[in-house]
């Protein structure tokens, strides 16, 4: 610990949770020569050895938290891992001291507009092709939040025309001003039950996005997103998979062939895209009416749309042998992400399912996999929870590993199949994130075939 006098006359900001974002608000705070404290309640944080030689002239404490913590403290900057309801930051909020996160602290900062997405699934593919559309259409942009880039280090000497943000529900829940030229909630189903109340107060932390928006971009299809409350003097632009009304983007049918469609406009035909899945065609149409309502030219940007092959780990194609598909979506950590999954897969699905549920309710894997999907091959954390919900509508396979569940599905696939790995469940229980889930299944999977 290395401690300084004047710290303790100082007024102090307090880093709580030394993980990415954490840093990104050290490093930011530290260039204006603020009094910082930054802590974490592990013993031996995975960034403390950068941590100690980045900030070596700030306090820092890895360890149990303590009230004395708060001493001379005047604002938190909590990361979105660690909770309100954080004893030390119920302490906080009790004595007054203001409770903030790093996108709070990015929006008392910006200067140019942004462009904010959130949501239970797609808001990565969002942002990213959105960002790859706006590039398309001459703007310079900068990507990231949630995503890659930590908001607060896309802050420089020059900025961009437009900032493009994913934010998460916990980052949302520390931002109140927050002033946004358009903005969107893709969707909203279970995820993070272990950190909320219901389903309820995970939305609302989601709705607060809308709060100060020049445009919002609603769907329409989502009855808990289209009963969020708006600002009345905000313009709304609506998206739907049917087909849609004037001032509306959806899909249209004409004769065999789907388009993604402005009203009566034909836009682009879904065949022309890389995305796979009708869930990606409402990606792409949320990414228009982002578009739309930010006030670009919509032609511009779509070779861009055309040519976008979507993200690693969400509905990747990974190889076809022996007539069988095999699709890597490892991002699929939440039950609505994994129906959206084998709901848009072509022909039967052999699914690879598993690993920490966050305590969600599984019951509505139930209606997707009916009819649906031949066999689950369940691993990690929750796969006996899984199999008890699902044992009397498909067959289910228990197994150890993910090499041993990607042998499994592939003795019991099929000619026509599409072998889906789509956890519905976080990743933590058995990898290091969903990405090194993703690598493995795709590596194991090659291996089998012989790629």
């Known amino acids: 610990m290395n401690m300084c006098a004047q710290q303790f006359e100082a007024k102090v900001t307090l880093i709580v949770g030394m993980g990415v974002t954490g840093m990104s608000c050290a490093r930011y705070l530290q260039q204006q020569d603020v009094v910082l404290r930054i802590v974490d309640s592990r013993e031996q944080p995975p960034m403390w050895a950068d941590v100690r030689s980045q900030f070596a002239d700030c306090e820092l404490h890895a360890g149990a938290f303590t009230s004395k913590l708060l001493t001379n403290v005047n604002r938190i900057l909590l990361s979105p891992g660690v909770a309100l309801a954080e004893p030390l930051i119920q302490t906080a ?41 706006f590039e398309a259409a001459g703007l310079s942009v900068a990507v990231g939040g949630n995503l890659g880039i930590p908001a607060l280090d896309l802050l420089g000497e020059k900025d961009p025309d437009v900032f493009i943000l994913e934010l998460s529900s916990f980052q949302l829940e520390t931002t109140t001003s927050l002033k946004t030229a358009v903005s969107v909630v893709l969707n909203v189903s279970e995820d993070h039950m272990d950190r909320y109340p219901g389903l309820a107060a995970y939305a609302e932390s989601k709705s607060r996005v809308y709060s100060r928006s020049r445009c919002c971009v609603i769907n329409r299809d989502d009855v808990c997103v289209s009963s969020m409350p708006f600002d009345n003097k905000a313009q709304r632009i609506y998206f739907t998979k049917n087909a849609p009304s004037e001032n509306e983007f959806g899909l249209r049918k004409v004769n065999s062939d789907t388009f ?192």
């Open 260 to 451: 993604l469609c402005y009203g009566s406009t034909k836009l682009i035909a879904a065949d022309e895209l890389k995305l796979i899945g009708q869930h990606n065609l409402l990606n792409a149409l949320a990414a228009l009416a982002l578009t739309k309502g930010f006030g670009i030219e919509i032609e511009k940007t779509l070779p861009a749309l055309k040519r976008f092959t979507g993200l690693a780990h969400r509905c990747q194609w990974v190889i076809e042998h022996n007539n069988v598909r095999w699709i890597n979506d490892s991002k699929a950590t939440n039950v609505g992400a994994a129906q959206v999954a084998i709901e848009s897969m072509p022909g039967t699905v052999v699914l690879i399912a598993g690993g920490d549920g966050k305590d969600a309710d599984f019951s509505p894997l139930r209606s997707s996999i009916k009819n649906k999907v031949r066999a689950v091959v369940l691993l990690g954390k929750d796969a006996a929870r899984m199999q008890e919900v699902l044992h009397d509508i498909t067959e289910c396979h228990r197994v150890d590993d993910l090499q041993t569940a990607v042998i499994r599905a592939n003795e019991l696939a099929q000619a026509g199949d599409t072998v889906l790995l789509a956890p519905a469940c976080a990743s933590l229980d058995m990898f290091k994130n969903y990405m090194q889930r993703g690598e493995l299944f795709t590596r194991y999977v090659q291996d089998l075939v012989g790629a």
């Open 93 to 133: 909020m009790q004595r007054g001291i203001e409770v903030i996160g790093d996108i709070e602290l990015f929006a008392r900062n910006v200067k140019k507009p942004v462009i904010a997405i959130t949501g239970s699934n797609g808001k990565s593919t969002v942002t990213t092709l959105l960002g790859e559309m």
